[in-house]
């Protein structure tokens, strides 16, 4: 079973303009991101899905492999596939280009989901979630079944909802028949209203196994965020 993790980095981010670039100690963040995924064990290759010449003028002098994808595209999913169509590989993992703190570990807890023939996508998130973290819109909260289901992604919390939240980590694995029906389906009225593409995934029907772990780090989405990071 091939696996080939693949990160999206549009560079013109709107509320952190150019922050897949931007450097902590000295290295760009994705360059982060890109070392510490080449670290799983269960990871053969990895690609950064590009949209800009200046990243890969930039990324070329890390030896980052990069692959150009198109400025348009509507999510960092969309991106992934346009470059999982062209190599062979059976898994595809999608990790955010804003998660330079992200435990690599995580990635092969993801891809031993897979043993289980009938999964289709795993994600992953954290059981510590403060009351900070609970109420920041954007820290996405995930709800689960007793078999460890996504029922629920939120923003806000809904005070009304049984069971507990989660902290969900940016990262996604899929078959690429999952990739590829995911794709190929409109973006979903819940996906627009709280910009979370995973909710086209449920709003279809197609369920999201959740691994659960003790802490998740947070992506970067701002600059007070980095530098605030509890790392």
Known sequence: MKTVAIIPARLQSKRFPKKILYPIDEKPMVVHVYENVKKSESVNDVIVAVDDEETVKELKKWKVKTMMSDINHTSGTDRVHEI???INADIV??????????????????VEEFVNEDIEIVTAAGKTLNAMQLNDYNTVKVMVDRDKFATAFRRDPIEMEAGGYYHHAGIYAYTKGALEKFTSLDQSINEKNLNLEQLRALDNGISIKVVLVDKVSKGIDTLEDLKSLDK
């Open 84 to 86: 999982a169509k062209t």
């Open 93 to 110: 993992v999608n990790v955010q280009a804003d998660e330079p703190y992200m435990n690599y570990e995580l990635i092969d807890l993801l």
